[in-house]
C-alpha cells in the first residue's frame, strides 16, 4: 500500500461546479500536509498548506482529518484555468522527509 | 525574482556518456532536492541536501550524484547515464527540510537516454 494515495481521476466537471478531492495518508505520525497544483509538463506549485483546524483561499478549501488519516481539497465555481492535477503530499514527523501522491487530474469544460 | 532555475530544459544523451543537470536557487534555502516523475509513480525522491556539504540519499538514488559546495547550487550528476533514467527531473528547494516550509520546483529537465 502506497504512503499517500489518491485517485488518479480524471475528474470531469463543468465549469462553475463544485469538487472535491481526497487524499489518504497511511503513517499517523505525518506532520505537514499541502496540496500541490501541476500543469501538464510543468513544476509543481503551492496551492496551499493544510492546517489542522482546516483553511481556506478564495475558492479553495483544505481540510484534515487526523482521525481518519485523510485530507480533502474542495474547489467551488470551477474555472478553466483550475484544469491541472493535483498532488497531496505529507511530511512526516520531525524529519525532512515529503511523501508526494500520484496525484489526481481535473479537467473543467465548458 | 526569487527562483529555482535548472539547465538544461531538454536534453538527448547517449548511455553511458556523463552528464550534469544544474540547479540553483536564489533564495538563501538551505534544503534542495532532486526528484524524478514517472507516469503512475509519482514523484521520487533523489538526493537531498540539509545544509552546505550535506547531502543524503532518498528513495531511489542509484545511479545518481550530487554535491553541495556552495548554499545555492545542487548539481545532479549521472557518471554513466542508462536508459531506465529517462525521466522527467525536478529540482526543487526550502527554506528548510522540516515543518511547514513548502518546497519550490525548478521548471523541470526533460531527459531522455537512448
Known amino acids: 500500500r502506497k504512503e499517500v494515495e489518491q485517485d488518479p481521476g480524471p475528474f470531469n466537471v463543468p465549469e462553475g461546479a463544485t469538487v472535491a478531492f481526497n487524499c489518504t495518508y497511511s503513517?499517523?505520525?505525518?506532520?505537514?500536509f499541502f496540496w500541490y497544483r501541476q500543469d501538464c509538463r510543468k513544476e509543481p506549485k503551492l496551492l496551499m498548506s493544510?492546517?489542522?483546524s482546516g483553511n481556506e483561499d478564495g475558492r479553495f478549501t483544505a481540510q484534515l482529518n487526523r482521525a481518519s488519516q485523510y485530507i480533502s481539497l474542495l474547489i467551488r465555481d470551477s474555472k478553466l484555468s483550475d484544469s491541472a492535477t493535483y498532488l497531496c503530499?505529507?511530511?512526516?514527523?520531525?524529519?525532512?522527509?515529503?511523501?508526494f501522491g500520484t496525484g489526481t487530474r481535473l479537467q473543467v469544460f465548458p | 525574482e526569487a527562483q529555482v532555475t535548472q539547465n538544461p530544459r531538454y536534453l538527448i544523451t547517449v548511455t553511458g556518456k556523463k552528464l550534469t543537470v544544474t540547479c540553483s536557487q536564489n533564495?538563501?534555502?538551505?534544503?534542495m532536492s532532486w526528484y524524478r516523475q514517472d507516469p503512475g509513480l509519482g514523484l521520487r525522491q533523489i538526493y537531498y541536501?540539509?545544509?552546505?556539504?550535506?547531502?543524503d540519499k532518498g528513495d531511489v538514488p542509484e545511479g545518481y550524484k550530487v554535491s553541495r559546495k556552495e548554499k545555492r547550487n545542487f548539481p545532479l550528476i549521472l557518471e554513466s547515464p542508462s536508459p531506465n533514467q529517462t525521466s522527467l527531473y525536478f529540482c526543487?528547494?526550502?527554506?528548510?527540510?522540516?515543518?511547514?516550509?513548502?518546497?519550490?520546483f525548478g521548471n523541470g529537465t526533460r531527459l531522455t537516454v537512448t
Open positions: 503513517n499517523s505520525a505525518s506532520q505537514s
Open positions: 493544510v492546517y489542522s
Open positions: 533564495m538563501n534555502h538551505e534544503y
Open positions: 541536501s540539509m545544509n552546505v556539504e550535506v547531502t
Open positions: 526543487a528547494s526550502s527554506l528548510t527540510g522540516m515543518g511547514n516550509s513548502p518546497l519550490h
Open positions: 503530499v505529507v511530511r512526516r514527523y520531525n524529519t525532512d522527509k515529503l511523501i
